[in-house]
T-cell receptor, first 110, second 114 residues
Framework: GQSLEQPSEVTAVEGAIVQINCTYQTSGFYGLSWYQQHDGGAPTFLSYNALDGLEETGRFSSFLSRSDSYGYLLLQELQMKDSASYFCAVKTGSQGNLIFGKGTKLSVKP | DTGVSQDPRHKITKRGQNVTFRCDPI?????LYWYRQTLGQGPEFLTYFQNEAQLEKSRLLSDRFSAERPKGSFSTLEIQRTEQGDSAMYLC????????????FGPGTRLTVT
């Protein structure tokens, strides 16, 4: 089967750094994506890692270790607007469909 | 471009009725995906089109579900003989061929089956 594991909830304070981990077991692996979803909103793309290492995009960074079947999303200088659910998603084949984790609900406190 | 749009945004139907949803992707995107999301879960893949060809369908998808993309532009998702378990948010997404992992989602259609 296919499974992606991520923590269900994380709480942090404004200005802090938070890391959301994702481990995966899938039949194929082409890359790991991260999406953000605010309550009542649509998922929006944050980042994608196909190769091992760290990708940085502004306050957000994403890391992948293919040998460990593990990745994480790092959010720096947290802001209240970062309160949302964050999903890791694996691209399992050459087609584009993604397998999503259950999501991590991030609450940023003042 | 105004992004991915979906219609209707909300649909309430009685069990046993048929429903159809529409998705208009970003115009230059060849690839179109349908997902279903229930509360507290991530989006679950249903089916996928490249242009007008339906290339993949989830094994979890019942025969009551059918999708089309007749001219490679908009797509429809039909659910026949709806069941209460079909209640969910139905999300459509689109992407380019090159950046398949960067999918742009529409606002979704929330289906409630009573």
């Amino acid at each position: 089967g296919q499974s992606l594991e991520q923590p269900s909830e994380v709480t942090a304070v404004e200005g802090a750094i938070v890391q959301i981990n994702c481990t995966y077991q899938t039949s194929g692996f082409y890359g790991l994506s991260w999406y953000q979803q605010h309550d009542g909103g649509a998922p929006t793309f944050l980042s994608y890692n196909a190769l091992d290492g760290l990708e940085e995009t502004g306050r957000f960074s994403s890391f992948l270790s293919r040998s460990d079947s593990y990745g994480y999303l790092l959010l720096q200088e947290l802001q209240m607007k970062d309160s949302a659910s964050y999903f890791c998603a694996v691209k399992t084949g050459s087609q584009g469909n993604l397998i999503f984790g259950k999501g991590t609900k991030l609450s940023v406190k003042p | 471009d105004t992004g991915v749009s979906q219609d209707p945004r909300h649909k309430i139907t009685k069990r046993g009725q048929n429903v159809t949803f529409r998705c208009d992707p970003i115009s230059e995107h060849n690839r179109l995906y349908w997902y279903r999301q229930t509360l507290g879960q991530g989006p679950e893949f249903l089916t996928y089109f490249q242009n007008e060809a339906q290339l993949e369908k989830s094994r979890l998808l019942s025969d009551r579900f059918s999708a089309e993309r007749p001219k490679g532009s908009f797509s429809t998702l039909e659910i026949q003989r709806t069941e209460q378990g079909d209640s969910a948010m139905y999300l459509c997404a689109s992407s380019s061929d090159r950046f398949q992992y960067e999918q742009y989602f529409g606002p979704g259609t929330r289906l409630t089956v009573t």
